[in-house]
Nanobody, 129 residues
Framework: QVQLVQSGGGLVQAGGSLRLSCAASERTSSSWIMGWFRQAPGKEREFVSAISWSAGRTYYSDSVKGRFYISRDYAKNTVYLQMNSLKPEDTAVYFC??????????????????????WGQGTQVTVSS
């Protein structure tokens, strides 16, 4: 069973930066996608960003494009989310996810991921105004 262990997050003022990390215990396939979701209080979980492991192709939601940057360390099986110019509306619990897939699953964009994905434990990000 793949385990995803997250680190980072915390409290920051608006305009500040934070970096999240997510280390996977293993990759079950050479076709591997890792990404980030977030869930604010009273809202559904939503897609934030993803990266294809082999090609390094990146994907972002419109709400974070130009402010957040996803990257991976191939050797460490770790994905990072650098969050800059943070806004109070970025406040949420952030979850790391992974799936053995060549393409980012459509469910990541439309349904906030599914139970078929591997999930991290979640980490709180709070942006104060």
């Amino acid at each position: 069973q793949v385990q995803l262990v997250q680190s980072g997050g915390g409290l920051v003022q608006a305009g500040g930066s934070l970096r999240l990390s997510c280390a996977a215990s293993e990759r079950t396939s050479s076709s591997w996608i890792m990404g980030w979701f977030r869930q604010a209080p009273g809202k559904e979980r939503e897609f934030v960003s993803a990266i294809s492991w082999s090609a390094g192709r990146t994907y972002y939601s419109d709400s974070v494009k130009g402010r957040f940057y996803i990257s991976r360390d191939y050797a460490k099986n770790t994905v990072y989310l650098q969050m800059n110019s943070l806004k109070p509306e970025d406040t949420a619990v952030y979850f790391c996810a992974a799936r053995a897939s060549f393409l980012v699953p459509q469910s990541w964009f439309t349904d906030g991921g599914t139970k078929d994905d591997y999930w991290g434990q979640g980490t709180q990000v709070t942006v104060s105004s």
